[in-house]
């Protein structure tokens, strides 16, 4: 065969090859750290702000559920420093010359393209003009440079176990909080996320200080130290320091230090609302806030919110899964985790509101293919799901207990508004216990007249599972009840013009939340919706009844001051007619003999004329005596008719 055959044939086969791969999909796996950190967004990592924002929700969130957990009232501090990106580079060991040379200027510049190289002169003559700047004056960040936050929350909560660290914090979707019952999570992440973005933003591990608590009689005897990173494609923790040391303090609890990129400028009012809210859903806890600008001191605040209440909540349970919100994958799972060896008692025990009579009426319907004692194992895919469509059918079933769920209670709800809100007046109320596809839920409300820096119009509060939700309201079903589903005039309440405030927390083990950042709950299930307006108008009634006694009385007053007005006009009048009287008496010197002749004139109405004349020339009776008689007849009316005629008006108004 010829060489340049073989060379034909060799090229063919390699363009051949070359276009199979080029339609060859090549099948990748990642890690759920990976994918969480290429689909931020989803766990509310959306931009620099809002993922400041959320870093910090989610390590507050962290350290109320370790105090909650074991029942001690939160005391919650939560430390912001803001670094230019120089301070930043600086802390990260870069040095000034290779920070600040810019030896390329076209590189900065978004029309450059050609290389402008800084000479000796100019960069002397540069750095001689940013040696002469005012002294005391901080010179201005550049515009753009990133801000970058370093972020300390400490809590007096449980702690963690040393061991158990790295993967609490460095390996995502693991976790304490998953079964059913009621949690503040929506993935699961907490501070595994927030340590996502400080390694995409900054690069700096987190550190983690704790002191964990074996029991209520004894402090803990060490503190753990931490310093780790995570590996993102393998879904590991990286541990770069774990030691103990001993606690002479006697602290307990945690605090967490975090360097993660974000921009206060845009999201400093969420974040302030963020706490606002919490301080109303959480009147138990003590809630501080600490920002330092390094750049600019002025910029510094503080916020702090007092613990308002010493009664907590109680903590929620896990429960089984009930019949009406089960699919394949729960069944699945729950017959290979069993360890009933019947199907009638895996019924019975793994679900619950599964009475044994209505367990053996369902293996009856089942068919022939189904018997009480066969093992659960037994049960194949399509036995399966024949099992999950009976289930979904069966009304017979109890429906789901409320028992297990933690919410925050009217007494607490009230404390936490009069305490941050300040309101002119406020009506709670909690709906029963409700349950949509198999899931119980509990809605409290509470409704507001008035307050501090409060706005006309209706103002609305959100909470699911007792976190604020900031984002999203307008398609929110609490928004939407309160706008388009209540009848304001109805409860003497102008929804326009007086200042409303509307608080709707929702609590239970499954918070049906839309879209992808889960910041809003839709209004299509109608159990909640009903839920929601029914506790919403169980308030505004109350408030009825207040506003109607408010409005008896204000008219009551006003009616006073309207008859106080004329009493000058009144007794002057009054004062004349008599005055007038006087002179026509002492001018006429027929009117004695007059009243002696008169047939229709008593006996002593004589002496009785003589007598006022007489008083009137001592000055007894004058224009301000009338005033003064006038003033103590309407007070004493007034008396009456708040005690007589206050309650017929207000039943007439009902």
Request: glycine residues 6%.
């Amino acid at each position: 065969m010829a060489p340049h055959d073989t060379n034909k044939k060799s090229s063919a086969r390699k363009s051949t090859n070359a276009r199979k791969r080029k339609y060859e999909e090549v099948q990748v796996s990642k890690s759920p750290a990976e994918f969480f950190a290429e689909n931020q967004a989803i766990a509310g990592f959306d931009n620099n702000g809002k993922s400041l924002f959320t870093t910090i929700r989610e390590l507050v969130e962290n350290s109320l559920d370790a105090c909650e957990s074991v029942n001690i009232l939160p005391d919650i501090v939560v430390k912001i420093e803001e670094l230019t990106q120089t301070q930043f580079n600086e802390i990260r060991g870069v040095t000034k010359s290779s920070q600040e040379r810019d030896l390329d200027e076209g590189l900065f510049v978004k029309s450059g393209g050609n290389r402008q190289d800084k000479s000796k002169g100019e960069t002397d003559k540069e750095n001689s003009k940013e040696k002469k700047h005012t002294p005391g004056k901080k010179n201005p960040k550049s515009k753009t440079e990133e801000a970058y936050f370093r972020i300390i929350v400490r809590d007096n909560g449980c702690g963690m176990k040393h061991d158990a660290i790295p993967n609490l914090l460095g390996k995502v979707l693991s976790g304490s909080k998953y079964g059913v019952r009621q949690t503040r999570g929506k993935f699961g992440l907490g501070a595994k996320m927030a340590l996502i973005w400080s390694k995409k933003s900054t690069g700096v591990p987190i550190r983690v200080k704790t002191a964990h608590m074996l029991d209520d009689t004894r402090p803990p005897s060490h503190i753990s130290t931490c310093v780790l990173d995570i590996d993102i494609y393998k879904n590991a923790p990286r541990v770069l320091k774990h030691n103990k040391s001993t606690n002479q303090e006697k602290w307990k609890g945690s605090e967490f230090e975090v360097l993660v990129a974000g921009n206060w400028v845009t999201y400093k009012s969420r974040i302030v609302h963020y706490l606002h809210q919490l301080a109303i859903i959480t009147p138990y806890a003590k809630l501080e806030m600490h920002y330092s600008n390094l750049l600019d001191n002025k910029k510094d605040m503080t916020i702090r919110y007092e613990r308002r209440s010493e009664q907590m909540p109680p903590p929620a349970s896990e429960v089984k899964h009930h019949p009406s919100s089960v699919n394949n994958l729960i069944i699945q799972q729950l017959l290979h985790k069993t360890k009933s060896k019947t199907f009638l008692k895996f019924l019975t025990s793994d679900l619950s509101g599964v009475s044994s009579s209505i367990a053996k009426r369902i293996i009856a319907e089942l068919g022939e293919d189904f018997d009480e004692l066969m093992e659960p194992s037994d049960i194949t895919e399509n036995y399966i799901t024949t099992l999950v469509q009976l289930l979904r059918r069966v009304e017979l079933f109890k429906a789901p207990d409320g028992s297990c769920l933690s919410p925050l209670g009217e007494y607490n709800l009230n404390l936490g508004i009069r305490k941050v809100i300040e309101p002119d007046v406020i009506a709670t109320s909690r709906d029963k216990t409700c349950s949509y596809e198999g899931h119980p839920f509990i809605v409290e409300a509470a409704v507001c007249l008035g307050g501090k820096n409060a706005k006309e119009g209706i103002n609305v509060f959100r909470f699911a599972n007792r976190i604020p939700l900031l984002f999203e309201g307008g398609a929110d079903v609490v928004t939407r009840v309160a706008q388009n589903k209540i009848k304001w005039s109805s409860y003497k309440i102008d929804h326009k013009r007086d200042k409303i405030g509307v608080f709707v927390s929702i609590v239970s083990t499954k918070i049906p939340f839309k879209g992808t950042g889960k910041e809003y709950i839709g209004d299509d299930i109608m159990e909640i919706q009903i839920s929601v307006k029914r506790a919403l108008q169980s308030c505004c009634q109350q408030l009825r009844s207040h506003l109607t006694k408010r409005n008896a009385l204000r008219d009551l007053k006003e009616r006073r001051s309207r008859l106080v007005k004329y009493v000058p006009d009144a007794s002057r009048s009054i004062f004349g007619i008599i005055d007038a009287m006087k002179k026509r008496y002492e001018d006429s010197s027929e009117s004695e003999n007059c009243l002696k002749s008169s047939k229709n004139v008593r006996t002593g109405i004589n002496e009785n004329i003589k007598i006022m004349m007489q008083k009137i020339e001592s000055n007894e009776i004058n224009e301000n005596k009338f005033s003064e008689h006038l003033m103590k007849a309407i007070e004493a009316q007034g008396n009456l008719e708040d005690k007589d005629n206050l309650n017929p008006f207000l039943k007439s108004q009902e």
